[in-house]
């Protein structure tokens, strides 16, 4: 068979991706892609295989790699997984195959492409959890609770999560990525993920509207008209974010020195 033809499919978890990289290993199985949770597009001669997730074979080369190649190389794959490429699951193949074979020297070999190509989509999930560390906007909702949303273009909630714990720890909240339907959520002693919004969340209090009025009349304020640069703006501040940032939806009116 045709590497080309060959095309496996699995289901959206990191378990899945896994067990497909372990099955292309124990098989000497060159597929063209591994195609992870999506609907696979229909193409002309392809063959697809689908995938049975098995936590055993996952951990089985979690335990491999990080023996021949570090943690590092497996902090790696999961980062792969978070990203929203769509060509993850073929890439993590090909980087789990170079590490298992040239070991803890394997991470220096930057200019291969097994190396460079996984490097590329990693840095562009780094990205995006920079983003949302940056740009996430927390909003009181009542009862003590607190709620951000964003839409960032990776899965990057299970690596913001600990900072967010870590820094708002007396404050119970939830992070939804609405481009991932997916919520973090912290009590105050821990946090866990959960598919959608919980149905716990209400409307935001009338409080809140006003500490809204009043971040936006502060971001106002210390702007310079003189040095306004939109270009670079959106350059710090990429315009996708823009809807879910009070300071970039300003809906008050400035009438005299009142905030109406």
């Not at 335990?63 to 997984?81: E, F, P, Q």
């Not at 073929?90 to 040239?102: E, I, N």
């Not at 964003?150 to 714990?165: D, E, G, Q, S, T």
């Not at 993920?193 to 509207?209: A, F, H, K, Q, W």
Request: with cysteine; net charge neutral; aromatic share 10%.
């Amino acid at each position: 068979m045709e590497a080309s033809q060959l095309r496996y499919l699995t289901d959206g978890t990191l378990e899945g991706l896994l067990t497909a990289i372990q099955v292309a290993i124990e098989s000497n199985d060159y597929p063209s892609s591994i195609v992870v949770g999506e609907e696979p597009q229909e193409a002309l001669f392809n063959i697809d295989v689908p995938i049975v997730t098995s936590v055993d074979m996952a951990l089985a080369l979690k335990s491999l790699l990080v023996g021949h190649a570090g943690a590092d190389s497996y902090d790696m794959v999961k980062r792969l997984y978070l990203s929203d490429d769509a060509d993850r699951g073929g890439v993590a193949l090909r980087f789990v195959r170079y590490c298992l074979v040239h070991g803890n020297k394997a991470l220096a070999h930057i200019s291969h492409s097994a190396i460079a190509d996984a490097n590329d989509i990693i840095r562009i999930v780094q990205r995006e959890a920079r983003f949302m560390i940056q740009f996430v906007r927390f909003a009181d909702i009542g009862g003590g609770l607190y709620f951000a949303q964003m839409k960032p273009k990776a899965n990057v909630i299970p690596l913001v999560m600990p900072h967010f714990a870590s820094r708002f720890n007396i404050q119970p909240f939830i992070i939804f990525d609405a481009a991932h339907c997916l919520s973090g959520v912290f009590n105050t002693k821990k946090w866990w993920l959960v598919e959608g919004i919980p149905d716990s969340i209400r409307v935001s209090v009338p409080e809140e509207d006003q500490y809204q009025k009043l971040w936006q009349r502060f971001f106002k304020t210390i702007a310079i008209p003189e040095r306004k640069n939109p270009t670079v703006q959106r350059g710090f501040m990429p315009k996708r974010f823009w809807g879910d940032l009070c300071e970039q939806n300003v809906h008050y009116e400035r009438r005299g020195d009142q905030l109406l």
